[in-house]
DNA sequence: ATAAAATACGAACGTTCGTGCTATTTATTT
DNA sequence: AAATAAATAGCACGAACGTTCGTATTTTAT
């Protein structure tokens, strides 16, 4: 055998079988959920297996890197963002309905505490503005996804006739989008009950304001 | 038991003199600008100790516990943004010019990395916002002292006769909050250079679209 | 039933964390 | 110039950090 290259540092590669399977899913499932409190640094391998009452070791061999860690967290967070979100509203036609599901959607669940620290991805996405690296890379990504799903369904209900073509989508989706976040921190930080409610009631005001007498009634 | 409950605890507390108060301003112009990038959290001892190349215990002395140093931290921040931001605006005339100042200086703040790390407040708001603790509600009542500034600003706007008198004044304090955080999330995230100056179009057309007759004009 | 592979654990590694103590250097006051 | 007080450094601590390794316990494949 000629004496290839060895990959640099592929640590462990196990073939995951079910039971593998079910405590990742498991270990996740918490890290989600502490990441979105603690932040994904604050994220650590021994608070987690202290949770879950397993070993550091047995735990982070799941995993062989906190980065690594930090990127599985991020994808299982980015699951529940879909089918919290993008799923229910892309079932609603395309257009108006859709567009103002995307962000409703978006308000019911933060409203329900999915994540316990609020929203997983307003938490990541100021924690690591700043920094650089794959894990940066990666939520920035998710981030540019959901902003190209707003602005596309702006751009569908400009071509359904529900919004003037005269709208700037790129801007009014980065309206909406910072008014609904703009009440999470308030909701969040400043404990306002009120927040979600007059979220609603901008966008809303906003969605109405531009919408041409074909568009669908909005709620 | 012990009878009296002790004074929780007041570790050392010499008068300071000129040279302590200078290494404490240069602790902690060093401890924002880690604060903004890495977090109040990720600001460690360690670092910023090793930045100034004074020893831990030395920069320690100075705060008796990190949570001092956190707060002492977010106190310079405030000032900093007293100074960057309120000030320059409540120069401006009551009405419109101070609601607009006050947005645009924020904007300009951004813009400038004053914070290296983007605004430390909302880096600071959304690492707190989970968490509870003398630091969470000095970061929230600031915040709150904020947006009571701009709410203000807007009734007066009202009273001023620039504003209609149906404006809910919360409620666009909260809108233009919201665009102005959304603008800065995107450009310090997704690295959106236009980011700014779309803010600025969204609130300008905003103001613009409530502005009476008797409002001056806007930029 | 047995071999092989996947999963988990316990113990330990070197670092860094926040935080004390004690000394020493530097400034102020007498 | 001496006495005093403040500012900083040195050193050590226990705890927690991410990570590695050898070993025991499952589970799957033969």
Redesign the pocket.
């Known amino acids: 055998m000629p004496a290839v290259a060895r990959s640099p ?1 592929k ?2 590669t ?11 899913e498991a270990i996740l499932a918490s890290a989600v959920d502490i990441a979105s409190v603690d932040g994904l ?1 604050g ?8 949770q879950l ?17 930090q990127l599985a967290t991020i994808e299982v967070a980015r699951q529940i963002f879909i089918t919290q979100v993008t799923r229910p509203a892309i079932a609603a036609p395309r257009g108006m309905p859709r567009l103002w599901g995307l962000i409703n959607q978006w308000l019911i669940l933060v409203e329900r505490r999915v994540f316990s620290g609020g929203c997983f991805f307003s938490a990541a996405s100021f924690e690591f503005d700043s920094k650089r690296g794959v894990v940066h890379d990666r939520i920035a990504a998710i981030m540019r996804e959901w902003m190209d799903v707003l602005t596309r369904a702006v751009e569908q209900a400009q071509k359904a006739g529900h919004i003037g073509a005269k709208v700037n989508s790129t801007r009014l989706a980065y309206e909406i989008h910072g008014v609904a976040m703009g009440a999470h921190w308030s909701h969040q930080l400043l404990d306002d009950k009120q927040a979600y409610s007059r979220a609603r009631s901008i966008v809303l005001e906003k969605l109405r304001s531009i919408a041409t007498p074909a568009s669908p009634r909005l709620p």
């Open positions: 540092r640590p462990r196990p073939r995951p079988q079910a039971r593998g399977l079910r405590t990742r640094d994220l650590t391998v021994g608070s987690l297996a202290a009452r397993m070993s550091k070791s047995g735990l982070f061999a799941h995993f062989g890197s906190k980065e690594e860690l």
